[in-house]
């Protein structure tokens, strides 16, 4: 029993030593089958192929499952790196956009103050925008795309990173239309306010063209002759204005005007009226520090009159060749009288009248010479308006009337009208309300 059970031992011994290697396995390991061979069986028969193709089959099958699960994961890494890319991508596509929008806003607002610098036209700016989303959209198509293929490899695409990028666009959407709104709403702003400035400049330049036509026309829009002034802006000996017509012989007279000044020391001379060998024959004159002066023939009588405040003041001087009395009225009131100022001398006729300044310096006979030989320190500085003389003395209640503006007497000599006074060397004519002016100066 011994001697067969120790035969069976080593019939199994030289079984195993001739059994050959498993297929599949590593070329390092041996793995050998070991199989009970009943009693009375030859212990070299063959080992049976049935159990040996199974296992191989399985072992087979086994690899194969595993080479599908490693190219699954493989694929399945490959594609989550590069949805990280993606995510990465968008990432900076929106921080380029809203830095985009930021500049682009700031630079629109910043070019509105300014006339010169037009802004970018918001239409590229929408263009560019739109770009943008068409091709987020086109990436956001390539993912779902990719998550198709992974599934039909059996890969799973990751839910959260589809709401992820779904969030991402729909706030790219929402940012997109609120920057197309606010550009709208600059651009019709902006519109608008070309619009209002263009008008308000049109409006200016039709305003300057009327005033330009109206002083090329001569003035002659005038609401009335009379309702004019002579501006006499600098103390200059070639700027004055002058009365085209002459004095006749008078034995008294009335003069009375508007004068408006505010120069120092001395308004001026505001008017002269001087025949041939005598350039005094009638000056009205205020000079450095003296008062006031009415000149007749060369004789002087100093007039309490004070008009150097730069406010309209009414003036009227009377005079009468008997005993030589003289009155001066201001603002309707009279300020002072006298008598013997070139007593029984009778005023000369076809003299010259001159506004603005005092004619001593002339050569005469040469008084019509336009122009020059006047003394700049006697000329008037100001405004002056509504000359008229009489060949009479006035009451006082007709000074008083005109000064208040309750009537409007013209002179019977010299009647204040825009065809009657010319202008020379800047002196300019305006119109003038000067009741109202004179309510406004007040």
Aim: with cysteine; charged share 25%.
């Amino acid at each position: 029993m011994t001697i067969m059970s120790l035969a069976l031992v080593l019939a199994s011994l030289l079984a195993l030593s001739r059994a050959p290697a498993v297929s599949g396995q590593v070329e390092q390991e041996n793995r050998y089958l070991c199989t009970a061979v009943p009693l009375g069986k030859d212990p070299s028969c063959p080992l049976q192929p049935a159990s040996v193709s199974s296992g191989t089959s399985q072992e087979e099958e086994l690899r194969n499952t595993v080479m599908q699960l490693r190219e699954t994961i493989l694929q399945q890494k490959e594609t989550i790196v590069n949805q990280l890319g993606t995510i990465k991508e968008l990432t900076y596509k929106l921080s380029r956009c809203e830095s985009a929008s930021s500049d682009d806003s700031g630079s629109w607002r910043n070019s509105k103050d300014t006339m010169d610098d037009v802004p970018r036209d918001p239409n590229e700016t929408i263009d560019g925008l739109g770009k943008t989303m068409q091709s987020l959209k086109d990436r956001l198509q390539n993912l779902e795309q990719q998550q198709m293929r992974a599934n039909l490899s059996g890969a799973s695409f990751p839910n959260e990173l589809r709401d992820l990028l779904q969030r991402r666009l729909g706030d790219l959407e929402s940012q997109l239309l609120k920057k197309v709104n606010e550009l709208e709403e600059e651009k019709s702003q902006l519109y608008n306010e070309t619009a209002a400035h263009r008008q308000r400049t049109e409006n200016t330049l039709n305003s300057l063209m009327n005033r330009i036509s109206d002083l090329e026309k001569g003035n002659t829009g005038f609401r009335s002759p009379e309702d004019f002034k002579l501006s006499l802006p600098l103390r200059t000996n070639y700027l004055f204005g002058r009365v085209k017509k002459s004095l006749p012989e008078m034995y008294a007279f009335t003069v009375c005007m508007w004068l408006k000044s505010s120069a120092s020391p001395g308004i001026g001379t505001p008017f002269s009226y001087g025949v041939p060998g005598q350039a005094n024959e009638i000056v009205l004159i205020e000079w450095g520090n003296n008062p006031m002066e009415l000149l007749i023939n060369d004789k002087v009588a100093q007039l309490p009159l004070s008009l150097s405040d730069g406010r309209w003041h009414h003036i009227c001087i009377t005079w009468t060749t008997r005993d030589g009395l003289w009155e001066a009225y201001q603002d309707g009131q009279k300020l002072g009288s006298g008598e013997n100022l070139a007593p029984w001398h009778p005023i000369k006729p076809d003299g010259v009248l001159i506004l603005g300044q005092e004619q001593a310096c002339r050569l005469w006979p040469q008084q019509d010479m336009v122009g020059g030989r006047f003394d700049a320190t006697q000329a008037f500085v100001g405004e002056l308006s509504h000359f008229n003389i009489w060949d009479r003395v006035l009451r006082p209640i007709d000074i008083s009337n005109i000064a208040n503006c309750s009537s409007y007497m013209p002179g019977n000599v010299v009647a204040w009208a825009d065809s009657d006074v010319e202008v020379f060397g800047g002196a300019s004519k305006w119109p003038l309300e000067l009741c109202e002016d004179r309510l406004f100066d007040n």
